[in-house]
């Protein structure tokens, strides 16, 4: 392999496709790649790749395919469905990588398809990515693959290829795993991706400054990565550049509640993000980056005639927003868990990914472990951290403020009902309530 | 009394107390008026009522007071704290009836205040109204009245007065227990006011003709009297006449929420409203009528590229908004009882008053009397009626499809959460659970 790489072909030249494509080529391989898009396939001829007008025509004798389109929808036409579908072209034994974010229940179901077709022979990998178009150039994403064992041996190294050593996950539990991690990361990016424009939009009402409260909030236990990310985008007046859009989170956050619902499993706080995104949506935001959404939080203020609140120092009032982002943070972390244990995935596995990637949080990285103890019957204690009963009280005082001030929290309001169902699901325990029981509310 | 009919003060003459102090007038009752609003009290002086420039002007000497203010804070003001507050001039053992609609902690609390001043000599009624203006100046509105026995008695004749006689409800439970009462049933207006909205604009974006459409919903197992009474007003294009403004039912939801925290009560469904309320607020609909809220739902249709739902008829697409209304109709009748129950009110003192007014629909009259039994300990079967799984399998078929038009349903999406956590808590249980059981979330 060393000295005759394989030849490679690559279906879906979109932003992370074509930087994937590209860094293969760099990386010495003959890449044939197919696109929809005429301009994107002359550019990557230009690179150096090889191009196919068809996806049969791409994947004809190569042994291995990556395909990296936008939905589930479009995988299936490229892969079985549509006019010259990869599927009939594929040499025996190929190993297919499926890179895109879809429902675990469709790659399951495509490994099922792929049998009933008589073509059981294909290697199917389920690996998603993360990390954006500039990681994908680089070679470095975070990749969570799932896929049985012959097919991980024979893609391992493509993987490797295209992610960070340390940000290659191998999932166990085969094709689905990799989707199922890569779902369960995006609870927390569905949730705190908003939670930035809901912390922020509420610290704009209060009156503070944006600028120097923000800067606070990063060096706080209120930190999350997707806050610090977003945030030179919300304090830009025209939300640029595009850094993702809001139908990108958007069709992750779709997944994930029709998963959930598919496995009967509540996702209380996706649930509310999901309907503040067609909120979004339905004003016209669905291009706009996805930090523009502090719009739906700050439009009103100043029109909405009098309204005062209690807290009187630029202090407290921190104090408020903080403690607003703390309390989504805490359910956003017990809901992305308990939806990873209901997914059998490895805990362990799932929080290291969390943490490391897009979805970390000050309070992930504190609560979390506490709740993945719980998740497996162990016992914790409450010990010298924050009670569950003082975060609620503290998470109340914001949404009581945010009352007076008249502006909506929709993902703190629905934090504080959880938080207020653990409490009452913990009324019989003796002494402090440790905060990682509002996994409770999740069956954990 | 009947031969001299005892001189009335009448303190804030706006749309509801106006017509409550000129109902008083064509009763034969001397009624001396104050507002702040110089033009009303002409108009009052107009109908034959005396006016004062005070509140301490307009009480003195009269042994009976009616205060309907906006809100609490104005009750404190020209009760106690304002300039020329009634209450140094208030007669010796005068009856005060304080018809505006605030927190029970408020009322509860100006019963202490008057103990402290050494005022325990007045009789205070807390005796919030409904029924809108037209019945206020008919005498015919909905009253829940509060007090010690000895208040009541004396304000018995002027509660009679203003009151249907089938809609004075005297409250056990002394001075806060008319507040709370109102309070309850706001709790189903706060929330079939926004279901209205957002059943309107599912079926608007399923392509359901409105007129129709809406004529089956009302004919329906769906029907709820906020639905019926929005609707023309929904249909509109203007959304006119105003009749409720934005303003009014977020005010009422506000005092919910905000009691429902006091008592660490969780209002999960009165939460989701307030929050759609603040956004609609930060649109600038607050001096709107509340129907038009539909705005939130609809604007979005046709601007969001290509969905496609699943249902393909006009049947299909009415079951999914009559299932997506009874989803919402459900929990907001189980939060109603649950917090009715919390606040040790008659629960079938609640019931009759519910469904006799605003808050009425047709899943309150058939699974509320069950709710009552579930709250009393009783036991209740599922019987023939539809059970609880079926009803959230409608339901979540509505927001499957809802996701996929991408349409908000913020209520139905809360709902189908409250509905799945409530299986989990019943998951133990033989064979059918009844829909009453979704209580079990508020801990009945």
Chains 1, 2 share one sequence.
């Not at 550019?43 to 025509?57: D, K, L």
């Not at 490229?78 to 895109?100: F, Q, R």
């Not at 943490?355 to 992930?364: D, K, P, T, V």
């Not at 998740?375 to 005082?397: C, F, P, T, Y």
């Amino acid at each position: 392999m060393a000295d005759a790489k394989p030849e490679i072909s690559f279906i879906g030249l979109g932003a992370m496709g074509f930087g994937m494509a590209t860094n293969l080529v760099k990386q010495g391989y003959k890449v044939t790649g197919f696109d929809v898009w005429q301009p994107t396939l002359d550019r990557f001829q230009a690179t150096g790749g090889s191009i196919a007008t068809t996806p049969a025509e791409a994947v004809k004798d190569k042994d291995y395919c990556v395909c990296m389109v936008a939905t589930a929808q479009q995988a299936q036409s490229v892969i079985i469905e549509g006019d010259n579908a990869a599927l009939s072209s594929l040499p025996k034994g190929a190993t297919l990588l499926l890179c895109s974010t879809v429902p675990c229940a469709y790659v399951q179901g495509l490994e099922k398809q792929l049998t009933y077709l008589e073509r059981g022979d294909i290697r199917l990998i389920d690996a998603p990515v993360s990390g954006g178009a500039a990681r994908a150039a680089d070679g470095t994403l975070s990749i969570m693959a799932g896929g049985s064992d012959e097919a991980l041996e024979k893609g391992r190294f493509l993987l490797q290829e295209m992610s960070d050593p340390k940000k290659l996950y191998i999932v166990q539990g085969g094709v689905g795993a990799g989707s199922n991690m890569k779902m369960c990361h995006q609870v927390l990016a569905a949730n705190q991706i908003l939670a930035a424009s809901e912390g922020l939009g509420f610290a704009s009402h209060l009156g503070l400054d944006l600028h120097s409260a923000s800067q606070e909030i990063i060096k706080s236990d209120a930190w999350a990565w997707m806050f610090e990310n977003r945030l030179p985008r919300m304090l830009d007046p025209e939300f640029k550049p595009v850094a993702s859009a809001l139908t990108i989170i958007l069709k992750d956050t779709s997944i994930i509640t029709s998963e959930a619902r598919r496995a009967a499993f509540p996702t209380p706080m996706t649930n509310t993000a999901e309907q503040v995104y067609f909120s979004g949506l339905g004003r016209g935001y669905g291009p706009d980056d996805d930090s523009s959404l502090i719009r739906l939080y700050t439009e009103g203020k100043g029109k909405i005639g009098p309204v005062k609140g209690l807290a009187e120092n630029d202090e407290s009032k921190l104090a408020l927003v903080k403690a607003l982002l703390r309390g989504i943070y805490l359910c956003s972390a017990a809901e992305t868990i308990a939806f990873a244990k209901r997914c059998n995935l490895d805990l362990d596995q799932v929080f290291e990914l969390c943490i490391n990637a897009a979805g970390g949080s000050a309070i992930l990285q504190t609560v979390g472990p506490e709740i993945i103890k719980l998740a497996r019957g162990e016992q914790i204690s409450v010990g010298d951290s924050q009670g569950l009963k003082e975060h609620a009280q503290q998470l109340q005082e914001a949404i009581e403020e945010a009352q007076r001030l008249k502006v909506p929290v929709y993902l703190g309001s629905q934090a504080l009902t959880l938080t207020q169902f653990a409490l009452q699901f913990s009324s019989e325990a003796v002494g402090n309530v440790p905060r990682a029981a509002v996994a409770r509310v999740w069956g954990i």
